[in-house]
């Protein structure tokens, strides 16, 4: 027995659902509609208390003029770029080599190498800060980006091994078989048969990596403190003042900081949402 679809319930029903969709609208849209308020305004109109009504001046560039002379935030940008990308290739390739093998191969001690994947995404990521930090001084990799690059690749390969794993395993097994038979090496099979098919699933896990990796600001704070190997969130918590938060100047940073995620999702929203269903219906 199906539920009723709200477009055949009642008129009060309808009304309902409709109005609850936009309460919620509005309320997770409300941090962003402040900061945003807030990004427009000069100081001025902050100390006066002037939140929400209409600004003296349009104060946007201004602040964003201030912001990139007053701070490195090109670099902090780069930064995060590089983090971020050589992040989301090392992840792509490592998890789906990982999760070809235990998906399609008879390895021994398969099953226990998957559940050290699945149990590596529940354990709370603040228990390893101090091992971790102990671990990159260690290599001599503390305060550089590429520590930053190594931990993330760590850390989000488990999630997209086990992300991917699951579409791996609905591949007919004859596929492989077949491209062995033709003298297809295992790299082979990889390149011209796996990746294609995976190719919805990877550009949603793209995107889920991107995010996750573009917005950290707990592992950068933990592993880095130069201005030199800083990504872009810990960059901009550094915009406020000693004796003063410059609340405009962080608005607007966060708004150039949000930009790269959110256009990356437009860009590549047809196959996200693809990626995410994919398998959901047999064909």
């Known amino acids: 027995m199906y539920p009723t679809p709200v477009t055949e319930r009642a008129f009060g029903i309808r009304l309902g659902y409709r109005m609850a969709i936009y309460v919620a609208m509005i309320l997770w849209m409300a941090p962003m509609i402040a900061i945003m308020m807030t990004a427009i305004r000069s100081q001025g109109d902050l100390l006066a208390g002037n939140y929400w009504g209409a600004p003296e001046r349009f104060s946007l560039f201004a602040n964003y003029r201030e912001v990139f002379a007053t701070s490195p935030m090109w670099t902090f940008f ?22 070809v093998a235990i998906a399609k191969y008879r390895l021994p001690g398969a099953t226990i190498l998957f559940a050290m994947f699945i149990g590596g995404n529940f354990i709370p990521y603040q228990i390893l800060m101090i091992p971790v930090r102990n671990m990159v001084l260690d290599v001599g990799l503390y305060n550089t980006v590429w520590g930053l690059i190594l931990f993330h690749t760590a850390f989000q390969t488990g999630f997209a091994t086990l992300f991917l794993r699951n579409f791996i395993i609905t591949l007919p097994n004859e596929l492989f078989e077949a491209a062995r038979v033709e003298g297809a090496s295992e790299f082979q099979i990889i390149r011209k048969i796996v990746i294609p098919l995976l190719r919805p699933a990877l550009a949603g896990l793209s995107v889920l990596i991107f995010t996750f990796v573009w917005n950290d600001y707990f592992w950068a704070l933990v592993l880095v403190q130069s201005d030199a190997a800083k990504p872009l969130t810990l960059g901009i918590a550094g915009l406020k003042g000693e004796w003063l938060t410059a609340w405009n100047l962080i608005s607007a940073g966060a708004l150039f900081a949000a930009l790269p995620p959110v256009c990356l999702f437009f860009l590549m929203q047809k196959h996200f949402v693809a990626g995410l269903t994919a398998g959901a219906v047999k064909g």
């Open 78 to 99: 780069i930064n995060s770029v590089t983090v971020t990308g050589i992040t989301v290739v090392l992840v792509l390739i490592l998890s789906t080599m990982a999760a």
